[in-house]
């Protein structure tokens, strides 16, 4: 079997963890119990040794449509063959936990026969730990157990199974009309396990869970132009939150490549603040109020105060808020189209980057806004972090990209430290905080005269990386959006023209998508090459629009732009990190940062066109 192009993926979740499921009925990803466990279906990073769990008619030349029900998160795909029709509906139920307040991960895949008798085939061939440890599969009355000392997992069906090598086989005939159900089910102490799932329980199941997603995308309080990619965007970034702790994942996958056969491969299966704080914020857009409260919590979780040894706050955190994430390479797994290495962890969570704390406090700032008054000891909190930045903003770091080269002052770095400042003095402001106003004052004006003077190339007109440099930073065109600068501020509109050429021109925008930086100017300590970045692109289209409201040509370009940017979604309506020069997706998938960029700028670009 050949990899699926990333963009041929939807997922599905629980909030606990998700799958991947490829356009022809095959999961080729998914982590039990949670979203960082290892892989037990890892075919998208090896599809010999990696495992997956395919359900498919058994003719070769078939049609595949893959949707989901409206307003949920629940997936069908649609088989057209010549034999007839199928539906294959996937889901993961959402349910309270056991008493006992243990989490049992479920995975229900229902199929039917909609017109005709079709033959099926089904392969469930799991590879525990990464496709690192053997497993045994024995056959029981409902089904098959997989299992190792570790985990245990029961496919329960009522068809036939064949144990081979790599696990399972089954061979079935459906008429119209006839539906049979496959769930994977982790097995737990004291777990009823040894029953088949009924089409009347899955029937159920599968009630209870479109209830639950349609409840929860109807506290949306949208009503524009692209309600339907918003919808969807929301029911993305909400099944990459972790409900025990209310942490949110930067992305479902680890090792996607940002460039074929490259070593730009990373795990993002953990918690950034940055990542967070700006999906908070598109939360807080939409109206979804208690998933920012519940990020409020697992701040509180990891914060441990200020220390003279290192930042208060690491750049990234496990979703359980454990701190040690080191990298580890799994050399047996040739990656994704042999896009070596494959990586576990991040040592990214080693880094300083000076932004988060403005981003951070920037989530803060529009949660008591519009979601609940903060507390005394949170202000504490936020006063201390504030504090910390006063004193630390004029060092290097490794800024919002995580170079893995030399540290610069990146503009970027500095603007969200004033944006810490500048939102901490309106939130002492607002609440009557206690808070030395004259000091933090004097720290934010001269952030801002350091950006101002340092950041801006006067030779090309535009705001630039770093210091001393003529490199293009897509991260400058958020200047506008977190209202440091006015949106038709001649320096603004001089840094849009010049990010807005093509890159031979020196610019970063090709097929109207933008890179976030140009390779042959800034050295980030990596080989090989990278495409455009979908978060980039939004940002652009939002500064446009923001301009769009005093220069009408700007805005029109903003909307072409933006219409343009929902054409590079694949037929579900997700995103990966990046777009390559043909269209294809490319990175971590679906990444949060995309999804929640297209929130804003779809909120901001609706608001400023107007009715």
Request: proline fraction near 4%.
């Amino acid at each position: 079997m050949a990899y699926q192009p990333i963009e041929n993926y939807a997922i599905i979740g629980d909030m606990h963890t998700v799958a991947l499921v490829a356009i022809d009925g095959s999961i080729d990803w998914l982590c039990i119990p949670f979203f960082d466990s290892p892989s037990i279906f890892g075919a998208l990073l090896d599809d010999e040794k990696g495992g997956r769990f395919k359900i498919a008619p058994l003719e070769n030349t078939v049609r595949c449509k893959q949707f989901y029900w409206p307003g949920t998160n629940v997936l069908v795909t649609r088989f057209l063959s010549s034999q007839g029709a199928a539906e294959l509906t996937d889901f993961m139920p959402i349910e309270p936990d056991t008493e006992g307040g243990v989490h049992r991960f479920r995975l229900i895949r229902r199929l039917t026969a909609v017109r005709g008798t079709i033959d099926f085939v089904l392969q469930c061939c799991p590879a525990f730990n990464y496709a690192l440890d053997p497993h045994q599969a024995e056959r029981i009355t409902s089904g098959v157990i997989f299992s190792n000392d570790k985990l245990s997992l029961v496919l329960s069906t009522d068809k036939t199974l064949k144990i081979t090598e790599k696990g399972v086989v089954g061979h079935f005939t459906l008429k119209e009309g006839e539906s049979t159900v496959f769930a994977l089910i982790q097995m737990t102490p004291g777990s009823e396990w040894a029953m088949h799932l009924s089409n009347k329980e899955a029937e159920r199941l599968f009630r209870l869970t479109v209830d639950y997603w349609r409840r929860w995308i109807a506290q949306c309080h949208y009503t524009g132009r692209w309600r339907e990619m918003v919808y969807r965007s929301a029911l993305t970034l909400k099944l990459l939150t972790f409900k025990p702790t209310g942490a949110i994942v930067a992305a479902a996958t680890t090792s996607l490549p940002e460039e074929i056969g490259g070593i730009r491969n990373w795990d993002y299966r953990f918690s950034w603040i940055r990542d967070s704080a700006f999906t908070v914020y598109a939360f807080m857009r939409l109206g979804f109020t208690e998933e920012a409260q519940r990020y409020m919590e697992f701040l509180s979780r990891v914060y441990k105060g200020i220390s003279k040894d290192k930042p208060p706050l690491q750049i990234m955190y496990g979703v359980d808020g454990r701190t040690d994430l080191k990298e580890v390479e799994l050399h047996h797994l040739e990656g994704y189209k042999g896009s070596r290495p494959v990586r576990i962890g991040n040592n990214a969570y080693r880094q300083v980057q000076l932004d988060i704390y403005g981003e951070l406090i920037d989530a803060i700032y529009l949660f008591n806004k519009y979601g609940a008054p903060i507390s005394y000891d949170e202000w504490q909190e936020v006063r201390r972090l504030i504090d910390w930045v006063t004193e630390h903003w004029q060092q290097e770091d490794e800024g919002i990209w995580e170079v893995r080269g030399r540290r610069h002052h990146f503009i970027y770095s500095k603007l969200m430290c004033w944006v810490a400042l500048d939102r901490g003095l309106r939130l002492a402001e607002k609440r009557s905080f206690p808070t030395d106003v004259t000091e933090w004052r004097k720290v934010r004006n001269d952030i801002y005269s350091y950006i101002m003077e340092r950041g801006w190339n006067p030779k090309i007109k535009s705001f630039v990386q770093y210091p001393g440099t003529d490199a293009l930073d897509a991260a400058t065109l958020m200047m506008p959006l977190v209202l440091f600068v006015s949106p038709t501020d001649p320096k603004i509109l001089g840094t849009l023209q010049a990010v807005m050429r093509p890159p031979q021109e020196g610019g970063l925008l090709a097929n109207n998508l933008l890179y976030r930086y140009n390779l042959d100017k800034t050295a980030d300590g990596l080989r090989g090459k990278e495409a455009t970045f979908n978060i980039c692109t939004f940002w652009l289209v939002e500064a446009l629009a923001r301009a769009g409201q005093f220069q009408p040509e700007l805005l029109e370009e903003a909307h072409l732009l933006f219409e343009r940017m929902l054409g590079f979604a694949n037929h579900v309506g997700l995103y990966a990190e990046q777009t390559g020069s043909s269209g294809e997706a490319l990175g971590n998938f679906p990444q949060a940062f995309t999804h929640l960029a297209l929130i804003s700028s779809a909120y901001n670009l609706d608001k400023t066109l107007g009715t």
